[in-house]
């Protein structure tokens, strides 16, 4: 079976931290674009970070960068989303997703059509 598995959400206090993993089964990474997105309650789904197949390229939200650090270790199967500073406003369910790609340097935070598997989602609150 192909899926995604997402962990380490949970309550945090404002200025915390919390680092999200995501792991695939039944299919190689490596071969995916990955991107975290997260929808807040009565709010639209967004894109939060995303990294191309290769590691080179990253991608962020305005409002999370410097302070969100996505990675990927592909010999693990495994994408990760460090979070510091975390803000109230980050309060959400965080997915990950896989876009399989044949260009190594290539990820996208807007079109979500492009992404072939989800994750179920992990709560994140910050609050104090």
């Known amino acids: 079976q192909l899926q995604l598995v997402e962990s380490g959400g949970g309550l945090v206090q404002p200025g915390g931290s919390l680092r999200l993993t995501c792991v695939a089964s039944?299919?190689?990474?490596?071969?995916?674009?990955i991107g975290w997105f997260r929808q807040a309650p009565g709010k639209e789904r967004e894109g939060v970070s995303c990294?191309?197949?290769?590691?080179?390229?990253?991608k962020y939200t305005d409002s999370v960068k410097g302070r969100f650090t996505i990675s990927r270790d592909n010999a693990k199967n495994t994408v990760y989303l460090q979070m510091d500073s975390l803000k109230p406003e980050d309060t959400a369910v965080y997915y990950c997703?896989?876009?399989?790609?044949?260009?190594?340097?290539?990820?996208?935070?807007?079109?979500?059509?492009?992404?072939?598997?989800w994750g179920q989602g992990t709560q994140v609150t910050v609050s104090s």
């Open positions: 997703a896989a876009d399989y790609t044949p260009y190594p340097t290539i990820c996208t935070l807007i079109n979500e059509g492009s992404y072939d598997y």
């Open positions: 039944g299919f190689t990474l490596e071969y995916y674009a």
């Open positions: 990294i191309s197949r290769s590691g080179m390229t990253t």
